[in-house]
Each structure stands twice: as structure tokens, then as C-alpha cells.
């Protein structure tokens, strides 16, 4: 299984970015995926899941009402929306899933957001 992230940048407060992560090795609908985000000096966190077969959705409360994940089954892609962002988004997102206890992550994505 790998995880290739994309789509990072920089954007000021209040803009959107996407960001994208495409699976290889493994058909995505079968799995849960999510996005997490590490910031300078700052443990990773989750940001956001979609779970394997029902396709539900969850996020961390800091993100609720901004950012959605989502996924194109036919590209084997999750995504993840991020609107209305803050500067305290900022950070490297990487996105993760597990396949039989094993944890498979993206490489990451710097999304800086200036004030």
C-alpha cells in the first residue's frame, strides 16, 4: 500500500486549499483513511476520517464546519477541503490508513495559511 499527499501551499486566512491522496496497492472504498497534521513543536493530531465500506465521516472539533474529506472511488483518491482557513491550520498534513495493523502513511504536504 502506498499514500502519495498533494496539494499543500500557501494561502492567506480565510482561503481554501485541497488536498489530495491517492492510493495504490489497495482499492481505497475497503479502507479507512484519514488526514493528520503535525505543526512546529506540536504532536501530529487528526484532523479528519472516512471509513472504510459506509463512507462515514469525522473530524476534530477545531475543524468542523470547515474542512471535508471525501473520495473518488473511480481515481482510488480521498480528499480533503479545507476552507475558511486559519493560520493555526497551518502545519504538514500527512494522510494514514492501516491495513491489517499495519499503518501506511503520505509523505506530507506543507499548508502554510498567513495571517
Known amino acids: 500500500v502506498q499514500l502519495q499527499a498533494s496539494g499543500g501551499g500557501l494561502v492567506q486566512a480565510g482561503g481554501s486549499l485541497r488536498l489530495s491522496c491517492a492510493v495504490s496497492g489497495f482499492t481505497s472504498d475497503y479502507l479507512t483513511v484519514a488526514w493528520f497534521r503535525q505543526a512546529p513543536g506540536k504532536d501530529r493530531e487528526g484532523v479528519a476520517c472516512?471509513?472504510?465500506?459506509?463512507?462515514?465521516?469525522y473530524y476534530r472539533d477545531s475543524v468542523k464546519g470547515r474542512f471535508t474529506i471525501s473520495r473518488d472511488k473511480a481515481k482510488n483518491t480521498a480528499y480533503l477541503q479545507m476552507n475558511s482557513l486559519k493560520p493555526e491550520d497551518t502545519a504538514v498534513y500527512y494522510c494514514?490508513?492501516?491495513?491489517?495493523?499495519?499503518?501506511?502513511w503520505g509523505q506530507g504536504t506543507q499548508v502554510t495559511v498567513s495571517s
Open positions: 494514514n490508513t492501516r491495513v491489517r495493523g499495519i499503518d501506511y
Open positions: 472516512i471509513t472504510a465500506n459506509d463512507g462515514g465521516t
